[in-house]
């Protein structure tokens, strides 16, 4: 059994800061690629960065330069610092994870719970 927990959610004013994390535990071999998405109401769930084992990152255009998406591989932890929020950033963010349980397993994906972030002033 895999979990990803997710924390940091919260209410902040536009101009803003928060911090996400997320943290995989359970019968993990190895993590591929993490990320993070978010879905507002209405709306489809989109990307809004993701990061490789290696650490090369990906970044939706509507956060680039204000996101920044980083990980822990000996803590299978993944961590998104928002600043300079905006209402528009306003949704549940889930943690998402590409991994596989053992050496000869298919890697699949799995995911957090979501935590709300609210953007209001």
């Known amino acids: 059994q895999v979990q990803l927990v997710e924390s940091g959610g919260g209410l902040v004013q536009p101009g803003g800061s928060l911090r996400l994390s997320c943290a995989a535990s359970?019968?993990?071999?190895?993590?591929?690629?993490m990320g993070w998405y978010r879905q507002a109401p209405g709306k489809e769930r989109e990307l809004v960065a993701s990061?490789?084992?290696?650490?090369?990152?990906n970044y939706a255009d509507s956060v680039k330069g204000r996101f920044t998406i980083s990980r822990d591989n000996a803590k299978n932890t993944v961590y998104l610092q928002m600043n300079s929020l905006k209402p528009e950033d306003t949704a549940v963010y889930y943690c998402?994870?590409?991994?596989?349980?053992?050496?000869?397993?298919?890697?699949?994906?799995?995911w957090g719970q979501g935590t709300q972030v609210t953007v209001s002033s």
């Open positions: 990061i490789a084992n290696a650490g090369s990152t």
């Open positions: 998402n994870a590409e991994l596989r349980q053992t050496s000869y397993g298919r890697y699949g994906n799995y």
């Open positions: 359970g019968r993990i071999f190895s993590i591929n690629t």
